[in-house]
């Protein structure tokens, strides 16, 4: 059973930047793909940005120049820098990861931009 753990949530104020970890319990390049979605309070999940096992990246138009996805294979861990972060960026943020027949989902990690 894949394990997706998230973590750096925080309380940030506006402008401010976090860093998000998804440590995978095996090799990440196992998976075609590991994305990050997010939810915020009765709203749906929504794609925020994933990598590809080639490396390709590709980003929502939401987050487009202020976000970015990355990842470090020896650690097995994706990351999602976020920068200049505004109140509707408020959500829980979840790790996903796919192989040619199965996903997996993280437990999530609460980011909140708030003054």
């Known amino acids: 059973q894949v394990q997706l753990v998230e973590s750096g949530g925080a309380l940030v104020q506006p402008g401010g930047s976090l860093k998000l970890p998804c440590l995978a319990f095996?090799?990440?390049?196992?998976?075609?793909?590991v994305a990050w979605y997010r939810q915020a309070p009765g709203k749906e999940r929504d794609f925020v940005a994933s990598?590809?096992?080639?490396?390709?990246?590709q980003y929502a138009d939401f987050v487009t120049g202020r976000f970015t996805i990355s990842r470090d294979g020896a650690a097995r861990t994706v990351y999602l820098q976020m920068n200049s972060l505004r109140p509707e960026d408020t959500a829980v943020y979840y790790c996903n990861a796919v192989t040619l027949s199965r996903q997996y989902w993280g437990q999530g990690t609460q980011v909140t931009v708030s003054s």
């Open positions: 990598i590809y096992v080639d490396g390709r990246t």
């Open positions: 095996e090799n990440i390049f196992n998976f075609n793909r």
